[in-house]
Nanobody, 127 residues
């Protein structure tokens, strides 16, 4: 089981930036595909961005393309979500997730594809 701890959330004005971090306590981080999801109040938890275990492939939902960047540091067992040009509709609790996989280049976007989840970090964007 992978323990995941998110940080970096907070209150930001529209147009601003935040960088979320997710630290994983596992020796197998380099074998995990990672994803960021978000859940707004009263809504489902939805995929935002994902990265393959090698870091060679990434995927984003359309609404964040060009604004958000997912990256990973396999040396320090951390995945990041750089969020620029924030909008009020980005307001949500953000969760990172991990999936152990044998496939180096695959990105997973389905919530059910992930086995381990962090506790979430809150992002609020004011207009």
């Amino acid at each position: 089981q992978v323990q995941l701890v998110e940080s970096g959330g907070g209150l930001e004005q529209a147009g601003g930036s935040l960088r979320l971090s997710c630290a994983a306590s596992t020796r197998t981080f380099g074998s995990c595909a990672m994803g960021w999801f978000r859940q707004a109040p009263g809504k489902e938890r939805d995929f935002v961005a994902g990265i393959s275990r090698s870091g060679s492939s990434t995927q984003y939902i359309d609404s964040v393309k060009g604004r958000f960047t997912i990256s990973r540091d396999n040396t320090n067992n951390t995945v990041y979500l750089q969020m620029n040009s924030l909008k009020p509709e980005d307001t949500a609790d953000y969760y990172c997730a991990a999936r152990l996989t044998a496939t180096s280049g695959t990105v997973y976007s389905g919530r059910s594809a992930y086995n381990d989840w962090g506790q979430g970090t809150q992002v609020t964007v004011s207009s």
